[in-house]
């Protein structure tokens, strides 16, 4: 078949594909942003010196990092409501799922931008008189913070891709929308060909992005 | 000053201060008295631990064992909150370590606003006199990396002073710098010197030590060798360790 026929397949499926691309965007911004919040807590906690704030950031950590994406996102959707007593949402079971997921890669990302700055830092602020935790506020994360913007655009990239994952919980996403359009035409290559275009498209935007910021940050960050 | 126990009425005094790291002993047991607007320098060998005494004033180095008081207060009791014993003692460190973040007024108020509360017009106020002090005042609203080595390390030294501390430590202030940018930030230490602020200098710069000291320390070894006035510790040191050092750097 020729080229012609496929664009003009695949303009048929647009306004479908549109809509799975939007909800594709939706779960990664709030999966990463959700992640953020999460992952700053465990790469902080990762790092204290409590060592039970340690453990169970580090266990959190592990076995989130340890185990397949598909397993956990199966883990809260199917395996949640046996033990609560009442089924999920498809749509929240897959935030939940690739929120706590995403952040343990963010923690690690936090983990070592803190780790980057250098000690002179806390121990200037900490002679001034200030605490450990203002410390942390005031100078420790917003140093680190600047300097982990490159890694987070790449675990957004990853999110992006893996997010295809909640096909299997039939949340109308990217992935989804490309499964039901194919058992419906019997034309999965089409199909498929064009969906791994669109993440293509959206991933390397962001590899754009991510680089254009990596080269102002290094203006920034001489120090 | 109040005294605590009898123990002291010094502004500084330690008794029998040890350091060790990873079982080496860098600090093996010293004990000094620092008097009230004292300007003491510290001299030795690289790696004879007068850095890590320093550091051990003000707990960024936790003491093996021994004993420091500040102002008659024990700050290696566990009851001691030693971030309110800080706000007391300014320290300027060998490589500046200036918020790279924050503009020069930012550096400098962020200590008074955060921990003593002060409003910003007040906090800004305070700074701008620190920084005409330090001869930076067109310095403001730049930020560290705009800055040569000499600027840095008069705004690290205006941070510090920003807390109204009542002691200064500072720790190899001149060793990064250039040598063309080592007397402007010495005339800065000096003036504050003449205004009679206690002051412990871990340095190289003997002239300095000469010329502007009360007292001068000589450590060697994890120990003070020696500890004496300026003149006599110069002209006419008492020990072979400190004639050998001397004889080197002199």
């Known amino acids: 078949m020729g080229i012609y026929k496929w664009l003009l397949y695949v303009y048929k499926k647009l306004p479908l594909l549109a809509e799975g691309t939007l909800l594709t965007l939706e779960l990664t911004f709030i999966a990463v942003s959700l992640g953020f919040v999460i992952g700053t807590f465990a790469g902080i906690g990762r790092l204290s010196k409590n060592k039970f704030v340690k453990t169970i950031a580090a266990i959190y950590i592990d076995f989130i990092r340890g185990t397949p994406l598909l397993v956990q996102i199966l883990l809260v959707y199917m395996g949640l409501p046996q033990i609560i007593g009442k089924p999920i949402p498809a749509m929240l079971a897959a935030i939940v799922s690739l929120s706590i997921n995403s952040g343990a890669y963010v923690a690690e990302i936090v983990r070592a931008g803190i780790q980057s700055i250098d000690k002179g830092q806390m121990e200037a602020s900490r002679s001034l008189g200030m605490t450990h935790s203002q410390t942390m506020r005031y100078i420790i994360l917003p140093q680190a913070f600047r300097r982990i913007i490159p890694p987070l655009g790449n675990e957004f990239i990853a999110m992006l891709k893996d997010s295809s994952l909640v096909s299997v919980i039939a949340l109308e996403e990217l992935m989804r929308k490309a499964q039901l359009v194919y058992t419906r035409d019997y034309r999965p290559f089409d199909i498929l060909f064009a969906v791994s275009i669109i993440y293509l498209i959206m991933t390397l935007s962001i590899s754009q992005l991510v680089r254009y910021s990596e080269r102002r940050l290094r203006v920034n960050d001489k120090q | ?250």
């Open chain 2, 1 to 250: 000053m109040t005294s605590n126990n009898g123990k002291s009425d010094a502004v500084i005094e330690t008794i029998g201060l040890k350091k060790e790291f990873n079982g080496i002993e860098v600090l093996k047991g010293i004990s000094v008295k620092i008097q009230k607007q004292e300007v003491v320098c510290i001299i030795g060998p690289s790696g004879s631990g007068k850095s890590t005494f320093l550091r051990c004033l003000n707990l960024l180095e936790k003491p093996t064992s021994g004993q420091i008081f500040i102002e008659g207060i024990d700050i290696t009791s566990p009851a001691c909150n030693i971030d309110l014993i800080r706000t007391n003692m300014g320290m300027v460190f060998q490589n500046f370590n200036l918020f790279p973040h924050m503009s020069v007024i930012e550096n400098i108020t962020l200590g008074p606003r955060k921990i003593k509360k002060t409003p910003l017009q007040k906090a800004n106020q305070q700074a701008m006199i620190l920084l005409s002090k330090v001869g930076l005042k067109e310095k403001a609203n730049s930020y560290p990396e705009e800055l040569s080595g000499g600027q840095k390390q008069r705004v690290a030294i205006a941070r510090a002073l920003a807390m109204q501390p009542k002691v200064m430590l500072f720790d190899e202030p001149t060793s990064a710098l250039d040598p063309e940018m080592i007397g402007e930030v010495l005339d800065v230490m000096k003036s504050l010197a003449y205004e009679g602020m206690t002051m412990v200098v871990v340095t190289h710069e003997m002239g300095f030590a000469k010329e502007v000291s009360d007292r001068v320390l000589f450590i060697d070894d994890g120990l003070v060798v020696e500890d004496n006035k300026p003149e006599l510790l110069f002209q006419n040191p008492e020990n072979p360790r400190t004639k050998s050092f001397l004889s080197k750097v002199l």
